[in-house]
């Protein structure tokens, strides 16, 4: 069966100090990934979508990024943070394929305060 | 862009009873998941539903989704406390992993 799996679970971070969180999943092969940011009291906000290694798109502009260097592994980083950059990250996986239809899947949750 | 209003915004029951939680959306409705989440963690996968009159089950969780009322329900039976989070019903826009959410319902099941 497919698993997802984020780390880390919670982190405290200082303004301008960088950011490392990392999805990877079990399972299944060439899936599409995705990093998603819940604000509090507000749904979640797409950040990035891969469909391959190497292939990242961005939906809202901000000083965070995303990286695929394997297959089934999901990194998203930032060089310096920001309050603002405080929430709970999510990331998920889809099968490849389809836009709609396909369940997408989420790991445990990553909350991060910026201090 | 579509938008989707739950009701009840929480609801509280006492362990056995039976509650629906219904998900209402402003466009024509294609297809629809329901989610559950515990604070502070992910959301889990609960079922969904991709036809006009369609109904899933599992384990004492049904879903239903009215194409013509462009509504889902989500009916528990006989709850029980580890049914307790946040129910959120969402549906998928046409960009990959867009994602529009309802408001989310709070249920607290009393032992």
């Known amino acids: 069966s497919q698993t997802i799996h984020q780390w880390p679970a919670t982190l405290v971070q200082p303004v301008g100090s960088p950011l490392s969180l990392e999805c990877t999943v079990e399972g299944t092969s060439n899936p599409n990934l995705y990093w998603y940011r819940q604000a509090a009291g507000r749904g979640l906000q797409l950040l990035f979508y891969?469909?391959?290694?190497?292939?990242i798109s961005s939906e809202v502009p901000q000083n965070l990024s995303a990286s695929r260097p394997q297959d089934r592994q999901f990194i998203l980083s930032s060089k310096k943070l920001l309050l603002s950059d405080s929430g709970f990250y999510l990331c998920?996986?889809?099968?490849?394929?389809?836009?709609?239809?396909?369940?997408?899947?989420f790991g445990e949750g990553s909350w991060l305060t910026v201090v | 862009s579509q938008e989707l209003e739950q009701s009840p915004q929480s609801l509280i029951v006492q362990e056995g009873k039976n509650l629906t939680i219904n998900c209402t959306s402003s466009k024509t409705l294609y297809g629809l998941y329901w989610y559950k989440q515990k604070y502070g963690e992910g959301l889990i996968f609960l079922m969904m539903l991709q036809k006009g009159g369609e109904e899933k089950s599992h384990e004492k969780i049904t879903a239903k989704l009215d194409e013509k009322k462009q509504q889902s329900s989500l009916h528990i039976t006989a709850s029980q406390p580890s049914h307790a989070g946040i129910y959120l019903c969402?549906?998928?826009?046409?960009?990959?992993?867009?994602?529009?959410f309802g408001q989310g319902t709070i249920l607290t099941v009393h032992p």
């Open positions: 998920a996986w889809s099968v490849q394929g389809g836009m709609s239809g396909n369940t997408i899947y």
């Open positions: 969402v549906v998928r826009g046409t960009s990959y992993g867009k994602l529009t």
């Open positions: 891969s469909v391959g290694i190497g292939q």
